[in-house]
C-alpha cells in the first residue's frame, strides 16, 4: 500500500478513535470498548474499500455495510461524519433526546445507516439478504457484515452462514471483531468458540484471519475477499478491546461504561500522542 | 347499502377450500403483476402453498431450510434490496420464534416486509397444541408499524396477499390449515383496513375475523329466529382497526361480541375492546380462547370444545343484549 493512503487511513482511524472517547463521555454511556476495536477495520472500509457518496446517501452503486454489533455504532457514526454524511458537531448528540445519534443504530433517522441493529445475531441474515438480492438483479455491490465474536453464540450466526454458503454469495463479506472479550468475560470462559476457523470453514466459508489494528493486513484481506468466487468470505481480525486508550484495553469493564472527565482527559491525551 | 357479492349459498352450503390456498394462489397472481415480489419458504413450501409460487417462478423462490430468524432477517435485506419478500411459514414460528426479529430489525426500521403467517387457530387439528398459533394477533399487533389481516375465507385470504403487496411497511397475513367455507365471491369488496357490514341489525353488533365471520352470519339467523336482530361485521383487518364502523355499530346496536379463533386476551376481541372502551362503551362478550393451550382431534370438534361455534356466539349475544338492559 502506498504510504501516503496508508497514513490517511491510519489518521481516520485516530480520528474515529478520538470520536469515540468524546461522544461517549458527553453521553454519559455506551460502548467504547468494542467501538475502539474495530476503528481500524471501519476505517478500511469507509475510507478506501467500500464504493459509496456520502452526498449520496441512497446512491444505487453503493456498495452495504451492516453493523451487526450494533452497540459498536459511535464508530461508525464517527466514520460517517468524518466522511461527510453529516456534521461533525452531531456527534456529541449521541444518546440524547431528539438526536439522530441514537443509542443503537436507526437508519429511519440517520443517513449513512443500512439497518437499524442492536439486537444481536442478525446481521449476517440481512447482508445476506442485501447479497442475494443483488444477485437476483446481477449487480456487482458488494456487502459487509461486521460481528462481534461474543455475537456469535447466537444460533441464527450459525443459520445465515449455512444459507449464504448455500446460495453461493460471494458478494458477502463476513467481518468479526475477535477481541475476545463479551460482556460476561472472555469469549471462551463464557462459551467455546475455537476452533473459529474451522467452524466458518465447515460452514462453508473462505475464511482469512488478519491483525485487525494493521492496515495493511485489513486492507490485503479485504482484497483477498474481492477476488474469491463461489463462496462467501469472512475475515476474522484479532484485536483488542478498547484499542487505543490503555486502560481500557482488554477490560471486560469497559464495555459497555462511559469514562470520567479526569479518563477522558487521559484518553485523548494519549490518543493524541499516537504516532502515524 | 353497498353491493357485497357474498357467495349466494354462503350459509346454508358453502363451498369449502382451506384459506392457505387463497395465501398461494394469491402469491401467484402477484408473481406475474410484480416483479419485485419474492417469496420464502423454511422447508414447508407445500403446507403453505407457496410450492404454487416456487414452481411458477423458481427464481424468485427463496428456501432457507428451517431456519425462521434467518428468514426473517434475510427478508429484511431483501427488502433494503427492493424486493417485496414474503416470508411464508406456521404462525407459532414465523411470529413467535421470529418475534425480535420482526419488531427489531422489520418493523422499527418499517421495512416491507410481509408475513404469510399461516396455521392459526385450533382448526389446524390433529397437530396439536405445538403447532395452534393462538397468541400471534397479540404478539404481533402491538408492534408499531405492523399491519395484521385476518381474512374470512379462501377469496379474501387471496385479496389481502394482494393487498398486502401494495402496503408500504410490514404486514401479517393471518389464515388457517383446514378447509372453511368460502363466503365471499371474487366481486366482494376488500380494502384493507376496513371493516364489511356484511347483515345489518340493531339490537347486538358481532364483530368477527377469519373463519369466525361464517360461524357469526350462522349465529345471526338463529338469533333472527329468536327475535334479536344481529348485525354481522367482518373485521378482517385487526390492525389498524376500523374504529368508525366498529363504534357507528355501538351506538345503534348498544352491545358488542367479538368473535375470534384466537386468545381473547391481547387479541381481537382486547382490541374492539381499546376502541370502544375509550370512545362507546356499551355492554362486551368476548367468543375465543380463554387463556388456554388446544389440543389434537377433529378441527370440528376443537371449534366447540373451545366454544367457537355459532352456538356460542348467539348465547354471548343474548347475555350482551341482557347486560345492556339490566
Ligand atoms: C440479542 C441480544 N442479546 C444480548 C444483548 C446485550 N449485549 C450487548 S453487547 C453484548 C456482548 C457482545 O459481545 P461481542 O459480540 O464480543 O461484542 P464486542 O466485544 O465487539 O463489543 C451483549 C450480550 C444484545 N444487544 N442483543
Ligand atoms: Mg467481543
Known sequence: MEEARL???????????????????????GHPGGSLSVADIVSVLFFDVMKHDPSNPCWEERDRFILSKGHACPAVYAALAEGGYFPREELLTLRKFGARLQGHPDMCKLPGLEASTGSLGQGLSIASGIAMAMKMDKKNNRVYCLMGDGELDEGQIWEA?????????????????????QIDGCTDDVKTLEPLSDKWRAFGWNVIE?????????????????????????????????????????????HGKAPSPEQTRAALLELSQEVI | MKELNLSP???????MIPTRFGYGDGLVELGRINPSVVVLGADLSSSLCVDRFRDAFPERFIQTGIA???????????????????????????????????????????????????????????????HQALEDVSITRTIPNVTVIVPADYQETLKA??????????????????????ITTRETPFTAGKAEVYREGKDVTVAACGQMVYESLVAAEILSSEGISARIINCHTVKPIDSETLIRAAKETGAVVTAEEHQ????????????????YPVPMKMVGIQDTFG????????????GLKAGNIVKAALEAVRMKKG
Not at chain 1, 474515529?16 to 454519559?28: L, N, P
Not at chain 1, 452462514?161 to 472479550?181: E, K, P
Not at chain 1, 483477498?224 to 481480525?237: A, N
Request: charged letters at 20%.
Open chain 2, 161 to 182: 396477499t394482494i393487498a398486502a403487496a401494495s402496503i408500504r411497511g410490514p404486514v401479517v397475513i393471518r389464515f388457517g390449515r383446514e378447509k372453511v367455507p368460502v
Open chain 2, 9 to 15: 349459498g354462503a350459509i346454508s352450503e358453502p363451498e
Open chain 2, 295 to 306: 389440543q389434537s382431534g377433529d378441527p370440528d370438534d376443537l371449534m366447540a370444545e373451545y
Open chain 1, 210 to 254: 488478519v491483525d485487525g489494528h494493521s492496515i495493511e493486513d485489513i486492507s490485503a484481506g479485504l482484497n483477498r475477499f474481492r477476488h474469491s468466487h463461489f463462496k462467501p468470505t469472512v475475515i476474522i481480525g484479532h484485536t483488542i478491546k478498547g484499542k487505543g486508550v490503555s486502560f481500557m484495553e482488554n477490560q471486560a469493564g469497559w
Open chain 2, 68 to 130: 425462521e430468524q434467518d428468514m426473517m432477517s434475510f427478508a429484511a435485506g431483501l427488502s433494503l434490496a427492493g424486493k417485496i419478500p414474503f416470508v411464508s411459514t406456521y404462525g407459532v414460528f414465523c411470529t413467535g420464534r421470529a418475534w425480535d426479529q420482526l419488531r427489531t430489525t422489520v418493523a422499527y426500521a418499517n421495512l416491507n416486509v410481509k408475513v404469510g403467517s399461516g396455521h392459526g387457530g385450533v382448526s389446524v387439528g390433529a397437530d396439536g397444541a405445538t
Open chain 1, 7 to 29: 497514513r490517511h487511513l491510519k489518521s481516520m482511524a485516530l480520528a474515529i478513535r478520538q470520536d469515540i472517547v468524546r461522544m461517549v463521555a458527553e453521553a454519559g454511556s
Open chain 1, 161 to 181: 452462514a449455512m444459507t449464504a454458503s448455500h446460495y453461493r454469495l460471494d458478494n458477502l463479506c463476513g467481518i468479526v471483531d475477535r477481541n475476545g472479550l
Open chain 2, 264 to 279: 381473547v386476551m391481547g387479541g381481537f376481541g382486547s382490541a374492539v375492546a381499546e376502541v370502544l372502551c375509550q370512545n
